[in-house]
């Protein structure tokens, strides 16, 4: 079995006015237990998968680059020396300004050959509102860092909808992307959540966090559509709702989330899927450190994943990716307890092609291009 590891590092230097993770500030003597502590988990967790083979792993957060290069090494080591491996990709999450050129060099030594970058936005006044640590300077730097090391595989995060972004800005925030070029862009529309400070803060009706200046949604879909164009016209690939990639630089990683194959979650929070059962560790980062001291489990929830659900996740994963999903497969690979459910799900594609929300190209089912931007609302329809 080929599996993914995900390894979770839920510390930041300063918490997002609009996330919404399980992330937070702690003192750095914290970092290495907790550390060890993940590299315990991965040992214990290799022995009951003995015929797994590791082939991507994703080192995300939170701010994993906070992490001493050695400490980040050592996660690697551990994967290594626990389970058989076969590497094609190794990804870190970076902030612009915590990358040095001594990092780099030792990230890239340690196996890392994929860096995303979350740059968010090149514009200061965005990111201060956001309560981003880094400046629009600092991402230019850190993209020479990260070539100067060698390290050849970019991704860049930049988000649609943050407060005081205007439509100039946004073209502009692409624009110095493009200059960039990084091997692969995710953009993401900013959706509001409730347990996030600008969430609260803009459903109260209030002004802090600028929760005033956000845009409102439909040039936040402007500024999406707008993206798909220009990052057409300068070759990249549109291969999920939030992703593009350079010719064979798509995030192999992520493939597995969105295409249902099997990945393993290390850390406070990870989540873990195996096909038939989907579990997540407790969020806690010191109640997972003391749990694995003392050897117990750190699984918070665990659930079998039943039929119905599993295709459910297999329209909602699939149709985010924009050659969506093949329903003659689907129809093939899943038995007669689900037929029903099919049935219903059939009534109610002909009512999205109808409606010009999804097309039809043979038996792949997708979402209109022009529509990727309600893509949620054709889920709501669409799984009810």
Not at 104 to 110: F, G, H, M, S
Not at 181 to 186: A, G, K, L, N
Not at 196 to 202: I, Q, V
């Amino acid at each position: 079995m080929r599996i993914g590891a995900y390894i979770q590092v839920p510390f930041c230097q300063s918490k997002c006015t609009y996330c919404n993770f399980h992330t937070g500030v702690v003192s750095r003597e914290r970092y290495q237990p907790y550390v060890n502590a993940v590299c315990k988990e991965i040992a214990a967790t290799a022995r009951e998968y003995p015929q797994a083979v590791i082939d991507t792993v994703y080192v995300g957060g939170g701010t994993p680059s906070l992490l001493e290069p050695a400490a980040l090494a050592k996660i690697l080591e551990t994967l290594r020396a626990s389970f058989r491996t076969d590497l094609a990709e190794v990804t870190l999450e970076a902030d612009p300004e915590t990358i040095s050129p001594v990092k780099a060099q030792a990230w890239r030594a340690a196996g890392f050959d994929r860096i995303s970058l979350g740059a968010q936005s090149f514009h200061d006044r965005e990111l201060k509102a956001a309560g981003r640590m880094h400046r629009r300077e600092d991402i230019f730097r850190a993209v020479d860092v990260l070539r100067e090391a060698e390290l050849r595989n970019i991704s860049m995060d930049l988000i649609a909808g943050p407060a005081h972004q205007t439509s100039e800005s946004w073209e502009e925030s692409v624009s110095q992307l493009l200059r960039v070029y990084p091997e692969h862009v995710s953009i993401y529309m900013l959706e509001l959540d409730e347990r996030s400070r600008l969430g609260k803060e803009a459903l109260a009706g209030g002004k802090r966090y600028s929760a005033g200046a956000i845009p409102d949604d439909d040039t936040i879909a402007d500024c999406y559509e707008s993206a798909v164009k220009r990052l057409a016209d300068a070759g990249y690939e549109h291969y999920e709702i939030s992703n593009w990639a350079l010719p064979a630089r798509r995030s192999l990683h992520n493939l597995k989330y969105w295409r249902r194959e099997p990945y393993l979650g290390f850390g406070a929070g990870a989540h873990s899927f195996e096909g038939s059962s989907r579990w997540a560790n407790i969020h806690d980062p010191a109640r997972y450190v003391v749990y694995i001291e003392q050897g117990s489990s750190t699984r918070e929830q665990a659930d079998i994943v039943m039929p119905w659900q599993a295709l459910a996740e297999e329209f909602f994963l699939g149709l985010r990716q924009i050659e969506g999903v093949d329903l003659a497969r689907i129809e093939r690979d899943y038995d007669a307890a689900v037929h029903d459910r099919l049935e219903v799900l059939r009534g109610r594609i002909d009512i999205l092609l109808s409606h010009k929300f999804v097309e039809m190209d043979g038996s792949r089912l997708r979402i209109a291009p022009d529509k990727l931007t309600v893509s949620n609302e054709v889920f709501v329809e669409l799984l009810g």
